[in-house]
């Protein structure tokens, strides 16, 4: 057990468990397990793969579970997920508890299906405070379906993506919009989500989607007052970015997902030819900005998956950001088995604690958000939940020795 002053940083531990991954013990899953959400593996698949948990001080985190899903990584984590001698859910590193934890009960609409027979599960997963759903598992950088069939199939998906992989799994590639607002109307109504994120694959030229994303997000604006979050691909010009706003989309995404020039384009060579015509990121900046103005402060975000680059190069994608008024939001790599990187390092906790804490300094400079704390369960980016403190907490040297980590290895 933890001793008086040497309380775990759950900001901290947040870091080392999407780092390092988590096992789960046969305590845990035998009195604990039939009641819990079960992980799922939907859309691109990271961030639905992990055991959604939340720590001390309302800090969610999702991490993946060491076993067959992540067959070369996080083999060894020394985070065990198990009970105490009450039953209680706790986190054990190396022996000892280091947190307590509180669990996610499956959803009440799990298991039912929508009037057009559909299970509601395939249509959208809770994950973290919010449902996750796809809209659309189809990506024009993988080749585009039509009616089943795989199109214009040219292999210039990002790296790390596995969308296309999700096609031969059990998900639905495009989801009609009466079963988004019957599987939102039932989660909303069963208390499992605080709001909506959604996203798809990258639909064709010129509007990649948004008017598909409007007319869905007018449709539910009608029916329910639900905050709603969105994941896109810039569009070919500016007045689609219009139409996304005024069909009330609360947060508009446009994620460059690597900063440095040279690795995104190896890494998102769709995104660099087709998007930013081969000069990387310069259609991402121009519409982001744009975002920026017409959404206003903290109403445009966009993603770089931290892990895929030197640490100073995320730090600078994350001011590159802040400049422009950009939300930069830190998605933790997390590799997908099938997909090109499947065997490529993820980040150590020192490599995370280090962006975490220039994302803290930067975003406070610029006076700029970090990101809603339940959606970020397997981001950088976190705050203390529940309103109460708008800042992410810091992470001292004093925390990172109690943690066993040399704040010397953190540079
Ligand atoms: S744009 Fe990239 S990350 Fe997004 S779905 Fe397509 S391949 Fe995946």
């Known amino acids: 057990m933890l001793g008086n002053g040497e309380k775990y940083n759950p900001a901290l531990l947040r870091l080392e468990l999407l780092s390092r991954g988590i096992r ?13 959400k079960e992980p799922l593996w939907t859309r691109t698949g990271p961030t639905s793969t992990g055991i959604d948990l939340k720590l001390e001080r309302g800090v969610y985190v ?12 996080y083999k060894d984590s020394p985070f065990l997920l198990t009970i ?12 000892r508890i280091v947190q307590y934890v509180t669990l996610f009960p499956r959803p009440s609409y799990y298991g039912k299906k929508t009037s057009n027979g559909t299970p509601m599960e395939q249509i959208g997963v809770v994950t973290g405070d919010f449902l996750a759903i796809a809209i659309d598992n189809r990506c024009w950088f993988w080749g585009y379906y039509q009616d089943d069939e795989l199109v214009n199939y040219k292999e210039k998906q990002c790296k790390f993506c596995g969308i296309g992989l999700s096609m031969k799994r059990d998900e639905l590639y495009r989801k009609d919009n009466d079963d988004i607002i019957e599987v939102l109307s039932a989660a909303l109504e069963g208390n499992d989500i605080k709001h909506l994120g959604i996203n798809a694959g990258t639909f064709p030229p010129p509007g990649r989607g948004h008017e598909e994303y409007a007319r869905l ?3 539910i604006k009608a029916r329910h007052d639900v905050w709603i979050r969105l994941s896109i691909c810039p569009p070919e010009d500016e007045r689609y970015i219009d139409i996304l706003f005024d069909s009330g989309a609360d947060q508009v995404g446009y994620d460059i997902e690597v900063f440095d020039p040279k690795l995104y384009k190896e890494i998102c060579p769709g995104k660099n030819e087709e998007v930013d015509r081969g000069i990387p990121h310069q259609h991402f900046n121009r519409m982001l900005k744009y975002a920026a103005q017409k959404g206003g402060p ?14 100073e190069s995320t730090v600078a994608g994350v001011e590159h950001l802040c400049q422009m008024g ?11 088995p099938g997909t090109h990187l499947e065997k490529h390092p993820v980040p150590s906790p020192e490599y995370l604690i280090y962006c975490y804490r220039n994302l803290r300094e930067i975003t406070m400079e610029y ?3 970090s990101g809603c704390a339940g959606c970020g369960r397997t981001f950088v980016g976190t705050k203390e939940y529940d309103g109460v403190n708008p800042i992410m907490p810091e992470i001292s040297d004093e925390d990172l020795e109690n943690a066993g980590i040399d704040p010397a290895n953190v540079v």
Not at 24 to 36: A, S
Request: glycine fraction near 8%; proline fraction near 7%; aromatic fraction near 8%.
């Open 24 to 36: 789960v013990d046969q305590d845990f899953t035998r009195q604990l397990g039939g009641v819990l």
């Open 62 to 73: 999702s991490p993946a579970i060491e076993g067959d899903r992540f067959p070369y990584h």
């Open 84 to 95: 105490d001698e009450n039953a209680l859910p706790v986190i054990m590193k190396d022996d």
């Open 217 to 219: 997000i007018s449709e």
């Open 298 to 311: 903290n109403k445009t975000y966009s993603i770089l998956v931290t892990g895929l680059e030197s640490k």
């Open 326 to 336: 950009v939300v930069p939001r830190l998605g933790i790599f997390r590799p997908i």
């Open 367 to 369: 006076g700029v958000d």
